[in-house]
């Protein structure tokens, strides 16, 4: 597995920083940003190939960062996370062009697999809805 | 007179009965606009008035009486829509809003009797279609209140969810990393705590929900007095937010006798939430300031003072109402729609009033104006809070 550079943006601060935590120990490289303008800022030096963003955001929400990230990067992956999951958040996370769609607490293992495929098999979306 | 007739012409005076009534009965009224009240009522009337006024067959009076009336186009059942949607939003509860037709009904009909009329057939008669028209209304009015409760509580539950989700996913992901720590032998800083501060989090979220079902079933807030003084609890409550939010200023200024009786823990509660509010809903730079002053009066008054976007007058009235939330919300505060509504409760319960204004020029206040001595004065006012 290759070692990626992760980009978090999520206000809540705490879960900010124990998702970095947590994807470091995986043996990742990991930024957090507190806010959607943050995100995109960080992300012209830090160059991450993945982003996970919390769309409901303070400054920029999720949909707006994420279509700034893909004009700056076409090849980054990008993953949505929502504490509110409905038809609509998904719907407006695919129109934004998010990969992914999950809904908070994220499915750890499932986020890991994302993280260690080497293939560009994941940027294929995969929207889910919890039941 | 007849009664349809009656109606039409001698409306002021039935409206200044009702309002008499609606003032003495309804508690959430106090916090309505005299205008909206009136209006309302009276467009009800008008509506029923005009129905009175429309011949109608045996066929269909047996109908409606049943309760099978023809939906109709028409200004009763818009009145009557208007009504229960506002109700709901304003804090009534169910039996306020049917109550206000009670208030209606009797105004209406003792007012006639006193005016004299002749009573004939036709007199019952049109007696009969009143009540019928005002029953008509009432069921209405109840069955949109009860679909806008229901959307209310379901918005609740909506954001209840979210606002678990979020500690939830940071305990979730700091139980992971202490596995792959531990695998890894690697110490992993701050972890704990941010399970620890997660978990509070959750706690205060479940705190606040328990306050709310507690007092939706008609047990109030339950409150302890004691002696204490005012300005040792603000200086706790302020330096404890300021630790919370490092880059903010909170200002405390006291003047007056501060010893008082009251319940420390919850009105703690309450100068938090009303300092937590200030600095969610207000600009980084500005200040927030707290003020406790005691009056010669007997009274403790607490103000907290914010520098954000003024509110409109009528949010003013309704912000203290449980499921409300301000406009301007940043998705990185916490907010159930209950902080101030809790805040109401506690404030009640000592026997106090809690008001809000806001102005461009003085800022958004929330004032608090509490009893010297709520020891003497709690138990009664725990009891006359809702009508029974």
Not at chain 2, 165 to 179: C, D, F, H, Q, V
Not at chain 2, 226 to 253: A, G, K, Q, Y
């Amino acid at each position: 597995m290759k070692s990626k550079r992760v980009l978090i943006a999520e206000d809540n601060r705490d879960g900010a920083e124990s998702l970095r935590h947590l994807v470091e120990a995986w043996g990742h490289q990991a930024q957090v940003a507190y806010d959607g303008g943050t995100a995109v800022e960080r992300a012209t030096s830090f160059r991450p190939e993945i982003v996970i963003i919390d769309i409901n955001m303070p400054v920029m929400d999720g949909y707006q960062a994420a279509r700034l990230l893909k004009v700056a990067d076409d090849r980054v992956l990008l993953i949505a996370m929502t504490g509110s999951p409905t038809v609509e958040t998904r719907d407006r996370a695919r129109d934004a062009g998010f990969h992914h769609h999950y809904v908070k607490p994220i499915e750890l293992q499932e986020l890991k697999d994302l993280l260690d495929c080497d293939t560009l098999d994941h940027l294929v979306p995969g929207f889910r809805l919890r039941d | 007179m007849g009664l349809s007739k009656f109606i039409t012409e001698c409306t002021d005076a039935i409206m200044d009965e009702f309002e008499a009534f609606a003032r003495e009965q309804l508690p959430a009224a106090a916090n309505m606009d005299l205008a909206a009240l009136r209006d309302h009522a009276q467009q009800v009337l008008t509506a029923i008035a005009l129905d009175m006024g429309t011949p109608q067959t045996m066929r269909e009076q047996r109908a409606k009486s049943m309760g099978h009336a023809p939906a109709k186009e028409g200004a009763a059942e818009t009145a009557a829509e208007t009504h229960g949607y506002q109700r709901a939003a304003a804090g009534f509860n169910v039996k306020q809003t049917a109550a206000e037709y009670r208030a209606l009904r009797a105004s209406v009909l003792r007012l006639w009797f006193k005016s004299g009329p002749e009573l004939g057939r036709d007199q019952v008669f049109e007696v009969v279609r009143f009540n019928e028209a005002m029953d008509e209304a009432l069921a209405e009015s109840i069955l949109f209140f009860s679909d806008e409760a229901a959307r209310m509580r379901n918005l609740f539950l909506g954001v209840l969810s979210h606002e678990l989700r979020t500690p939830l996913s940071t305990i979730k992901a700091s139980g992971e990393s202490l596995i792959v720590g531990a695998r890894l032998k690697r110490e992993m800083p701050g972890v704990a705590e941010r399970v620890l501060r997660a978990s509070g989090r959750i706690e205060s979220l479940l705190d606040d929900l328990l306050d709310y079902v507690r007092s939706g079933l008609g047990e109030g807030m339950r409150v302890a007095p004691t002696e204490l003084d005012m300005r040792v609890v603000c200086e706790r409550i302020v330096s404890e937010l300021r630790v919370n939010h490092p880059s903010r200023t909170i200002e405390l200024s006291c003047d007056g006798e501060l010893h008082c009786v009251c319940d420390e823990q919850r009105i703690g509660q309450a100068v938090s939430n009303l300092i937590g509010n200030a600095i969610t809903y207000s600009g980084g730079d500005d200040a927030v300031e707290v003020r406790a002053s005691g009056s010669a009066g007997g009274e403790v008054v607490l103000t907290v003072r914010n520098f954000g976007r003024p509110i409109p007058k009528e949010t003013c009235e309704s912000l203290f109402e449980p499921l409300v939330r301000g406009v301007g919300h940043a998705g990185g505060g916490y907010n159930l729609g209950l902080g101030l509504y809790i805040v109401r409760e506690i404030v009640e319960a000592h026997g106090g009033t809690a008001s809000a204004a806001s102005s461009e020029s003085a800022g958004t206040v929330f004032t608090l104006r509490l009893p010297r001595d709520a020891g003497s004065v709690s138990t009664a006012a725990f009891q006359g809070i809702r009508m029974s």
